[in-house]
């Protein structure tokens, strides 16, 4: 699991004036809490919280904080819930649960599938990722930043499942073994749509002679009696 260290200030809860003030300041208000502990409150400096939880990294992030406060200086957490505001999307306020060594935890981890699938390669497949992250227990310490699965192997009209995952003993899969995580499949033939051949030129007038006589409104000339001799 990926770790990192964010300085923090302490804090009192405070009206909602003063959050906003705090926002102001380029702080993010926070909390920690966690099984049969109490509460703390402390606040964020904004740009070194994107720092350390940007791109995606909060979720699987294990954060030491440092702080002048002892109650909170040391105190390991990962990221709980992140609020953001709706328009601009700046972090308006989050919650870290505070962990321990000796506790498991279930987290979701990252999917990195290595290799070109053969069903790709050799047979014009294409590769389709159904599952990009997977869910695990394991203690803070042994859980892995991401999980490699190869796919060099998988051929045409092949499904690789999250039971095809090769874990470390000390991590316990949580997810259905039973999703899929990556195929590959024969791409679809396209459809051809053949036009109607042009007519021609003789054609359309064999087929348009009568009804033109019929449309011009005049009855053909009456054919002349031959004259007796």
Same mark, same amino acid.
């Given at each position: 699991?990926?770790?990192a260290e964010v300085n923090v200030t302490a804090r009192t809860k405070a009206y909602k004036s003063e959050i906003r003030s705090l926002r102001r300041? !380029?702080?993010v208000p926070a909390n920690m809490y966690g099984p049969g502990l109490k509460n703390h409150e402390f606040a964020i400096n904004e740009i070194e919280f994107r720092k350390s939880f940007g791109g995606g990294a !909060?979720?699987?992030l294990l954060v030491t904080l440092k702080s002048e406060s002892p109650e909170l200086d040391g105190k390991?957490?990962? =990221?709980? &819930?992140l609020e953001r505001d709706p328009l601009t999307w700046r972090p308006m306020h989050v919650d870290f649960l505070e962990v321990a060594v000796d506790r498991p935890l279930t987290v979701?981890? #990252?999917l990195e599938f290595k290799g070109t699938p053969k069903g790709v390669k050799l047979s014009g497949?294409? =590769? &389709?990722i159904i599952r990009r992250s997977v869910e695990i227990r394991a203690l803070p310490d042994h859980i892995p930043a991401s999980i490699t699965v190869d796919i060099s192997? =998988?051929? =045409?009209n092949e499904t690789l499942h999250i039971s095809d995952i090769q874990l470390p003993p000390s991590v316990e899969l949580t997810d259905d073994p039973k999703y899929s995580m990556v195929s590959v499949s024969e791409m679809a033939e396209e459809e051809v749509v053949v036009a109607p051949a042009a007519a021609t #030129?003789?054609?359309a007038a064999a087929d348009g002679a009568a009804p033109a006589e019929a449309a011009s409104g005049e009855a053909p000339a009456p054919a002349k009696a031959e004259e007796k001799k």
């Open positions: 699991m990926k770790t300041k !380029g702080f !909060g979720s699987n390991r957490v990962i =990221l709980k &819930q979701s981890v #990252p497949g294409i =590769l &389709q192997e =998988l051929d =045409l #030129p003789e054609a």
